[in-house]
């Protein structure tokens, strides 16, 4: 019976793929191979394989032709054409002819052995896994409860900036639906043994290369909580971020040199050739809460709207605006001066803000108040 698959990342490239994943309408997995390629015309094949056989395979202990020569299910499948569905079509053979077979002696491997669980992980939600450990200065993971629930959240706050901040610096196109939720936050579904070592997972867009757009993220947090020399080097890195990242960063710190912590983050994704580690104890952290202490504008964030005002009261300071870029409206205060002559619904403004992040002090939820700076008509 014949198959339609699915690509789901390529593993080996060579001007078009030679080795990648697949899976069928099921959800079954597949391993495919470019066996030949002549005057324009290539053929591949495929063979289905169980999650526990992939993993060996991707860890490097599970040689490329043995995958071939014995699968679990005696059935190969062939293929021409990689763009859009790919339909593969079942060989009639009760073994697979020799000239088929891979050389002897590939494996695939791009990590060290210590760091198979994450990339198991990784494997098996196919996205990114970050490993965040939490322990006090004599690397004891009996910690306080406030300390592990509040670093865990700080963490994912930062993260959400750095990701948002990188959407913008890299000016993608249709931002909207990469603002969404899933793209940024991260699911908690183990921990290490006897350690507050959380692992979490992403369930953020991915490509065909294993790429996940919370790398943006990932990336960004790793640059700026990670050690330096030059300090005006650093201070470009945090401007690239500028705001809430930065804010929320201090108050990082700050908690792990008052409570004497050490987090140590660890994340990988599919597409990565390694697994990104960084540890930041009191001493480092004191490092940062210094450099930031002395750069107060680094934690200012501002927001540009621009659209037509859809409600003024001068009296009170108050305005609503509709911002076109994302067809929302947001509400702010103002020095009344600068709300006077201003026209409704039928003029466009640019209004340049300041964004206020404030915890409500019942719920603790956090409430977005924007204070406008400055405000001028455009055609």
């Given amino acids: 019976?014949?198959?339609?698959?699915?690509?789901?990342?390529?593993?080996?490239?060579?001007?078009?793929?030679?080795?990648?994943?697949?899976?069928?309408?099921?959800?079954?997995?597949?391993?495919?191979?470019?066996?030949?390629?002549?005057?324009?015309?290539?053929?591949?094949?495929?063979?289905?394989?169980?999650?526990?056989?992939?993993?060996?395979?991707l860890n490097g202990s599970l040689d490329l032709r043995d995958v071939f020569e014995n699968p679990e299910i005696k059935q190969w499948f062939t293929f021409s054409s990689i763009e859009d569905d790919v339909i593969a079509v079942a060989l009639d053979v009760d073994a697979l002819p020799k000239d088929y077979l891979p050389d002897a002696g590939f494996v695939f491997k791009n990590h060290d052995k210590t760091d198979d669980i994450i990339v198991n992980e990784s494997i098996e939600y196919s996205n990114a896994i970050v490993h965040l450990a939490i322990s006090d200065e004599q690397d004891n993971y009996s910690i306080e409860a406030d300390d592990l629930g509040d670093i865990m959240k700080l963490y994912q706050v930062i993260l959400e900036n750095t990701y948002k901040k990188e959407l913008l610096n890299k000016k993608v196109k249709d931002k909207k639906a990469f603002y969404a939720p899933q793209n940024y936050k991260l699911r908690a579904f183990a921990s290490s043994y006897s350690s507050f070592n959380v692992h979490l997972y992403s369930t953020s867009q991915t490509d065909m290369f294993g790429n996940a757009v919370i790398q943006l993220g990932l990336e960004k947090l790793n640059a700026i909580i990670s050690d330096f020399d030059n300090e005006d080097n650093y201070l470009e890195i945090l401007r690239t971020v500028k705001g809430h990242s930065v804010s929320t960063l201090k108050k990082l710190v700050k908690r792990i040199i008052d409570d004497n912590l050490i987090v140590k983050h660890k994340w990988y994704s599919p597409n990565q050739e390694k697994v990104h580690f960084t540890s930041i104890d009191s001493v480092r952290a004191q490092k940062i809460y210094e450099v930031l202490n002395a750069s107060?504008?680094?934690?200012?964030?501002?927001?540009?709207?621009?659209?037509?005002l859809v409600q003024i009261d001068v009296d009170k300071g108050t305005w609503r605006v509709f911002n076109i870029e994302d067809e929302t409206e947001y509400p702010g205060e103002s020095n009344p001066a600068l709300l006077q002559g201003l026209t409704v619904e039928t003029v466009n403004y640019k209004l340049i803000c300041t964004e206020i992040i404030e915890a409500m002090k019942v719920s603790e939820k956090e409430k977005v108040k924007y204070i406008l700076n400055s405000i001028e008509e455009i055609g």
């Fill in 1 to 57: 019976m014949n198959r339609v698959l699915n690509i789901s990342q390529i593993l080996v490239y060579y001007d078009f793929p030679h080795i990648f994943t697949a899976s069928d309408v099921v959800g079954t997995d597949y391993l495919c191979m470019l066996t030949s390629y002549e005057e324009d015309e290539a053929m591949f094949l495929a063979v289905q394989i169980s999650k526990n056989r992939l993993i060996s395979f």
């Fill in 296 to 308: 107060e504008e680094l934690a200012e964030e501002v927001k540009e709207f621009i659209g037509h």
